[in-house]
């Protein structure tokens, strides 16, 4: 495993240049006269704080993102290829533009939730999260006075996108989602994240909650590190177990938002995906990330956000997956 001070190294460096494109033959190029007294120091997930020493080490162990890649006045989706081990930039169109993540946010939550939580808390929903009264946000339908396991509460958010989980889980975390929000905006930064503002932690628009491909990239790599919660990004389905405010056992099955998972959308021969996240709004149009391994043992993280329909959104997620085999195949 490689040692954190080596990884850190890259994630202070995302104001970086690299070369971006969807060509097979373009890497991760530096940044000439660069000076580490410019970074700031981070703390990780660890809690271990880390100094840059030399952008040749952020290379190694991060993908750097590329300002040029930003386009001007287009409504093409926002595309990202990257290469996880020996990490290596594939494919990267508008990776540090500003966008609305929608539902992509409950990754991050998750993060934080498992960082600052206990996966066997037991969480009770409040009045707050059991009366999300917004047309069209999709909610596990969870009542006030429900009681279930920080783990099951986060398995419905991922797979379903229930955002009454997602406000659960910020009140049991932080004891409300502003508070909450805070902690979002701190690990963002902490994992390197320089382009995202969080102001609550499901993701149904507000003009003040964005990010950007790049950023998520951040949160998704790092989340690669826990087995745990990627066993349940990867479950097509789930069944949760709780109780109601009398005490009576009860169960709700949820079905994976992501198609390649259920197999409503056909994954490429030679594709295992490790886990991701969904998102539709109207302002963020439709939105996927997922981390993938494949035949070869190689992973990649793909991102496609803005996509005007679910059809153009699979069609460009599976450009991205047979470019990844063509890379796995070199």
């Known amino acids: 495993m490689r040692h954190w001070k080596q990884r850190m190294s890259g994630i202070l460096l995302l104001g970086a240049i690299g070369v971006s494109g969807c060509g097979l033959a373009e890497g991760v190029s530096y940044i000439p006269n660069f000076d580490r007294n410019q970074v700031p120091s981070v703390t ?5 704080i880390q100094t840059a020493d030399t952008l040749a080490g952020a290379a190694e162990y991060l993908c750097i993102p590329n300002r040029a890649s930003v386009r001007e006045n287009t409504t ?19 990776s540090l533009k500003r966008i609305y993540p929608a539902s992509v946010t409950k990754l991050l939550t998750a993060y934080v939730a498992i960082k600052y939580g206990n996966l066997d808390d037991t969480v009770r929903i409040s009045y707050k999260a059991s009366h999300l009264n917004i ?27 229930g955002n009454d989980a997602a406000i659960a889980v910020a009140e049991h975390i932080s004891g409300s989602t502003a508070a909450f929000s805070e902690l979002m905006n701190q690990e963002i930064q902490r994992l390197g994240g320089m382009h995202s503002n969080f102001v609550n932690p499901h993701g149904l628009h507000d003009p003040n909650h ?23 990004l990867r479950q097509a389905s789930c069944t949760i177990y709780y109780k109601d ?30 886990g991701g996240k969904t998102g539709t709004t ?12 494949t035949k070869n043992g190689k992973r990649y993280i793909a991102e ?7 059809d153009l959104l699979y069609e460009k997620m599976t450009e991205l997956l047979k470019q990844a085999l063509e890379d796995d195949s070199i």
Do not use: H, W
């Open 76 to 94: 093409d989706p926002v595309v990202l290829l990257y290469r996880v081990d020996e990490p290596f930039v594939l494919c990267e169109a508008d």
């Open 304 to 310: 496609v956000f803005g996509a005007k329909d679910y």
């Open 245 to 274: 405010a009398s005490g009576v056992k009860k169960s709700k099955v949820f079905q994976n938002t992501n198609c390649f998972l259920t197999k409503e959308r056909e994954l490429p021969d030679g594709i295992a995906i490790l």
């Open 44 to 48: 990780t997930a660890a809690n271990r």
């Open 282 to 293: 109207t302002a963020a149009g439709c939105c996927l990330v997922q981390a993938f391994v």
């Open 135 to 161: 047309n069209g946000a999709m909610v596990c339908g969870f009542y006030e006075g429900d009681t279930l396991s920080l783990k099951d509460l986060l398995t419905a958010m991922l797979l379903f996108s």
């Open 210 to 232: 964005y990010t950007t491909a790049y950023d998520m990239y951040l949160v998704l790599n790092e989340m690669l590190q826990n087995e745990e919660i990627l066993s349940i």
